[in-house]
Every structure is written in structure tokens, then in C-alpha cells.
């Protein structure tokens, strides 16, 4: 997913899940890793990285998963270690990215 894609689709996900309960765009005085990122509670659940893709926390088998089917792979914050339960989004449309992300939210809030 091209970066400007990934910022569109990204910026479509704060539109739409900005009124849910306990969503709020990053933390003020924050910087770095997930300083503008949708949290749920406190908890970064969707961002953008610098290299600008979109990335989601999911449980692992889901992106094991998701990794298999070629929708994304492991995100790799640079310190070349991958990260097990977030997923760099290659390619999704518009409703799986919405599905996925708010997949993401009910994992990292604690949702079922």
C-alpha cells in the first residue's frame, strides 16, 4: 500500500471510529512510536509508521493469518525485530481495512 493510500485509509479509520468509546488520536506532549496512533483506552490499536504504511495490533494467529493470505506481514518498527501481534497492511479495501482495524480496537480494548 503506497504511502499516500495508507494515510487515506488511515485518516478514513479516524473519521470512523473516532465517536467509539475510549478512541482518541495519539497524546498530547507525545513523541514517536504512536504519538498520532487511534488508541482505545490509552492503547495504540492503529497508526501509520514512518515508513508509512498502515499498521495494526492483532492477536498473532490472526496475523499469522492475515500474513499468509498476502494482506500484510509483521511490521518492523527498524530495530530489526518484528513485532508478533502488529500487522503492516500491504493491500486491503476499504472494508476489510475498516473490519481489520476495528478488529484491532476490540483486541486492544479487551472486547470479545
Known amino acids: 500500500m503506497p504511502p499516500a493510500?495508507?494515510?487515506t485509509r488511515f485518516a478514513a479509520l479516524m473519521a470512523d471510529l473516532s465517536g467509539e468509546p475510549g478512541v482518541?488520536?495519539?497524546q498530547r506532549g507525545k513523541k514517536g512510536f504512536g504519538s498520532s496512533a487511534l488508541q482505545v483506552?490509552?492503547?495504540i490499536f492503529a497508526m501509520?509508521?514512518?515508513a508509512g504504511a498502515l499498521?495494526?495490533?492483532l492477536p498473532r494467529q490472526r496475523v499469522d493469518e492475515l500474513e499468509a493470505r498476502?494482506?500484510?506481514r509483521r511490521f518492523d518498527p527498524g530495530h530489526g525485530?518484528?513485532?508478533k501481534e502488529w500487522l503492516s497492511v500491504d493491500r486491503c479495501t476499504p472494508d476489510e481495512c475498516r473490519s481489520m482495524a476495528r478488529e484491532a480496537m476490540r483486541f486492544v480494548g479487551g472486547a470479545a
Do not use: E, H, T
Request: charged share 20%; glycine share 20%.
Open 70 to 72: 498476502g494482506v500484510g
Open 55 to 57: 499498521v495494526l495490533k
Open 48 to 50: 501509520v509508521s514512518a
Open 81 to 83: 525485530r518484528l513485532m
Open 5 to 7: 493510500d495508507a494515510q
Open 24 to 26: 482518541s488520536l495519539g
Open 41 to 43: 483506552n490509552g492503547k
